[in-house]
């Protein structure tokens, strides 16, 4: 069974600085991974996801994450938080049978709420 | 593109009372679509997986005959949560997708806030 691992529920930055989120993974098989984020009042967004293509995976809004295999990680970065970026972002992995099979369900991380300082 | 309705976004109702969620995908046809249950500072949980014109597929521990999912077209799903009681009260969000596949990306809905009384 898939499962994901979001270390801190809750980040605060100010504004202009390094947002880091961290997720860890674990899985049996070549994992699919996305980072979604949720605005208030609002549905979930992908912001990107992993498909195995390239390690480094760039999204929307400047996010970007890196799959790191030996660290079964898939943390979210962006090199400069804005105000607007303030929202619960969740790291969600593609759940998979033993034979390999993927009905497109996921199993989403705690979520870690990101605060930005002004 | 690829949005995502849900209607109501929340209801109030009295124990006992069923109460019916819709789930409309706007501009696109979705494959499949995912009923999700969110608590207070808790994390999505999976309800169950539709697929249109067959039957719901449960996950463990979710009682079937007491949220009823209907899927009868591609761009519309219901869950119907029969004889609810204030333990069911919880943030109901539905997805779409256009596939099944492990890299499919899902379309999520706003979210429907359930209070039951």
């Known amino acids: 069974a898939q499962s994901v691992t979001q270390l801190g529920s809750h980040v605060s930055v100010s504004e202009g600085a390094l947002v880091l989120l961290r997720c860890n993974y674990s899985?049996?098989?070549?994992?699919?991974l996305f980072w979604y984020v949720q605005y208030p009042n609002q549905g979930l967004q992908l912001l990107l996801k992993?498909?195995?293509?390239?390690?480094l995976v760039k999204g929307i809004n400047g996010f970007e994450a890196e799959f790191k295999k030996s660290e079964t990680s898939f943390h979210l970065t962006k090199p400069s938080a804005h105000m607007s970026d303030a929202a619960e972002y969740f790291c969600?992995?593609?759940?998979?049978?033993?034979?390999?099979?993927?009905?497109?369900?996921?199993?989403f991380g705690q979520g870690t709420i990101l605060t930005v300082h002004p | 593109g690829a949005v995502v309705s849900q209607h109501p976004s929340r209801v109030i109702c009295k124990s006992g009372t069923s109460v019916k969620i819709e789930c409309r995908s706007l501009?696109?046809?979705?494959?499949?679509m995912f009923w999700y249950r969110q608590f207070p500072k808790q994390s999505l949980m999976l309800m169950a997986t539709?697929?249109?014109?067959?039957?719901?597929?449960?996950e463990q521990g979710v009682e079937k005959d007491k949220f009823l999912i209907n899927h009868a077209s591609l761009t519309l799903s219901t869950l119907t949560v029969t004889s609810a009681h204030p333990e069911d009260s919880s943030f109901y969000i539905c997805?779409?997708?256009?596939?099944?596949?492990?890299?499919?990306?899902?379309?999520f809905g706003p979210g429907t806030r359930l209070t039951v009384l």
């Open positions: 969600a992995v593609s759940r998979t049978n033993a034979g390999g099979t993927s009905y497109g369900k996921l199993t």
């Open positions: 997805s779409a997708s256009y596939g099944r596949g492990a890299s499919d990306t899902q379309y």
């Open positions: 992993y498909t195995s293509a390239a390690t």
């Open positions: 501009d696109f046809q979705a494959t499949t």
């Open positions: 539709s697929n249109e014109g067959s039957k719901a597929t449960y």
């Open positions: 899985s049996s098989v070549p994992p699919y």
